[in-house]
């Protein structure tokens, strides 16, 4: 027997009567430096338990790999989540949602057109399989019939928002039982009879998903599953936000009222988010409901513990609202953690980006633009270059669109955005004569994390035209990012810049700490701090500064690179104490 089992009416942990009382952690959006840290807040708020997504597109960046270290070293959060004396519920998948680059989903098993994703097709189903041969073992140590402290693992995610393939569940189930997991088995969708019913798999138990109308929900669960255990596997106390839109709070005293009221009831929990972290580097999601809208770099999510690890006013509001339901460590609340004093960094050292990306190798010469997941990039930038003919004034024509926005040069010069989000497909341009150099960079903002749209093709994705006429003859070239040591910086006095480049500072720390990084007078671009992938950032807002957890400086000189994308009014950059994630109450 599995040591979580169902009775009639609840959760049995050893056979004895439990209620789990987890929220979720990512370990892949936390600095492994401060999983130890994170995981005894959770314990100290009166958690129980932790809930972790696994990515397989960072898990399994090229088919037949499998990462396992450094931000995914998932056996040793494991270990230290038990260190803790914390239980784990595990959710491997495959599709994850999160808010994350295509719901987890790996850019080189969805560059496939015809495959159906999340259904019985094999070619998902093998996929897959290959996967778990590989993920499972090194996993097996951490589940609780051995001793560890995974007590769940669940079966898909919200799929009844997705399909209707009770057969792929079940395929998912016996892979994940023909592999040894023997733990109690869940499945997890919005609260209400159809997506239930579509999600749901005999045998598994169904939690819901919601954040408030607490009564309704649970009676939806409990009409769908007349007996067994009451879980909101997904409590939202928050929400997430995208670049251009507001910063998302919610009241502490409305989230925990509604947790009193889920508790008060005798069900389980999971609190969406505990602590949400950041999605670093080229992580982040995007939705697309009416329009593309990518999520920005913070994944604050208003959660209890706060992007870099402080309890905030719902951390204390949940222990009162716990501890009237459960036992709460009889220790103090955590401190907020220390902060860096603050510092201006000048970035006095500077590289073109056009000029360097035209000597990269890689290039793949084609007809027509070649899309970046036939390119084989899983992220960042592609830069297509292409001659025009004939000099005048016309409309650039690109089929198709851009996914996800592109940066259109003449000669060097530029001559304009376009954007999947506005649907934009054409640009009126000046050609000056006949052979100027058309160039097009394109910057992949995310890919879709939810509904039909995941996996959408990125690049220029289609045929180009000028004044009618098709642009053919094409230069295709990935602008790698892995190696920032490999630029040829050099000094510039330089005070502005009007060209996409790479700018480079250097400032001194005595005692490394948690800090923000603030880029007034800068526009969009990426941002990394010893070589340590902080994320995008772009003025629009409505986050306007960049999380840097303390654990990436070091004592004495560090570095600051930006990738900027546009123009820049100043060169230097701020690193403060305060984090600005757009205006409260927007």
């Known amino acids: 027997m599995p040591a979580l089992s169902t009775s009639s009416d609840g959760f049995l942990l050893n056979g004895e009567p439990f209620r789990i009382i987890s929220g979720a952690l990512h370990y892949f959006r936390v600095h492994p430096d401060q999983w130890t840290d994170r995981l005894r807040k959770a314990r100290l708020m009166g958690l129980n338990t932790v809930e972790t997504y696994l990515p397989w597109n960072l898990h399994e960046p090229e088919l037949g790999t499998l990462v396992l270290d450094g931000l995914l070293d998932l056996p040793r959060f494991l270990r230290l989540a038990q260190a803790e004396g914390l239980h784990v519920l595990l959710r491997p998948g495959p599709y994850i949602c999160a808010e994350w680059d295509d719901g987890g989903l790996p850019a080189w ?9 999340r259904t019985s097709d094999p070619r998902f189903t093998d996929a897959l399989d290959r ?72 045998g598994t138990l169904s939690a819901g998903t919601f954040g408030g109308r607490v009564d309704e929900h649970l009676a939806a669960l409990r009409a769908h599953q007349p007996e067994g255990p009451l879980m909101c596997a997904e409590f939202w106390i928050g929400w997430f936000d995208h670049w251009g839109g507001p910063h998302h709070v919610r009241s502490a005293e409305e989230a925990a009222a509604n947790l009193d009221l889920l508790l008060s009831a005798g069900a389980s929990v999971n609190i969406y988010m505990f602590h949400g972290g950041t999605n670093f580097g080229f992580t982040n999601g995007a939705n697309h409901h009416h329009t593309y809208a990518p999520t920005v770099t913070s994944y604050d999510y208003d959660a209890p513990l706060t992007e870099s690890g402080d309890p905030g006013p719902k951390y204390h509001a949940f222990r009162e609202v716990i501890a009237r339901h459960a036992a709460v460590p009889d220790e103090p609340a955590p401190a907020p953690g220390p902060k860096l004093p603050p510092v201006t960094v000048d970035l006095d050292h500077r590289v073109p980006l056009l000029p360097y990306a035209r000597t990269l190798e890689g290039v793949v010469r084609a007809q027509d633009p070649v899309t970046m997941n036939e390119l084989g990039v899983h992220g960042g930038h592609v830069l297509y270059r292409t001659t025009v003919p004939a000099a005048g004034d016309g409309l650039l024509h690109f089929e198709g669109g851009v996914g996800d926005r592109a940066q259109v040069f003449v000669d060097g010069a530029a001559v304009g955005v376009l954007e999947r989000e506005r649907r934009d497909e054409t640009l009126p341009v000046r050609v000056p004569h006949a052979g ?18 995941i996996g959408a093709p990125k690049g220029l994705l289609g045929p180009v035209s000028f004044q009618g006429v098709a642009l053919h003859g094409w230069e295709c070239r990935p602008v790698p990012l892995g190696d920032l040591d490999a630029l040829p910086f050099a000094p510039s006095a330089a005070v502005t810049d009007a060209v996409p480049a790479f700018h480079r500072g250097t400032f001194a720390v005595d005692v490394p700490a948690d800090t923000f990084l603030a880029l007034p007078g800068w526009t969009k671009g990426q941002a990394w701090v010893n070589g340590f992938h902080l994320g995008r950032y772009w003025n629009r807002g409505p986050q306007h500064t960049l999380y840097v957890p303390g654990p990436v400086l070091r004592p004495g000189a560090n570095e600051l690179v930006l990738l900027e994308l546009h123009a820049t009014t100043g060169t230097r950059a701020q690193l403060t104490d305060t984090p600005d994630l757009g205006p409260v109450g927007e």
């Open 131 to 202: 996967y778990l041969d590989q993920l499972l073992p090194p996993l097996r140590p951490y589940l609780a019939a051995n001793g560890g402290p995974v007590i769940a693992v669940q079966v898909e995610n919200e799929y009844g928002a997705y399909g209707d393939d009770t057969a792929y569940l079940k395929h998912v189930e016996q892979a994940l039982r023909s592999r040894g997991v023997d733990e109690l088995l869940f499945t997890c969708d919005q609260a209400n009879a159809k997506h239930l019913a579509a999600g749901s798999l005999p």
């Open 109 to 117: 098993l969805i560059s496939d057109p015809d495959i159906r994703l």
């Open 436 to 453: 100027a150099v058309l160039e097009v960079l394109v910057e992949n903002q995310g890919g879709v994390n939810y509904g039909p749209r």
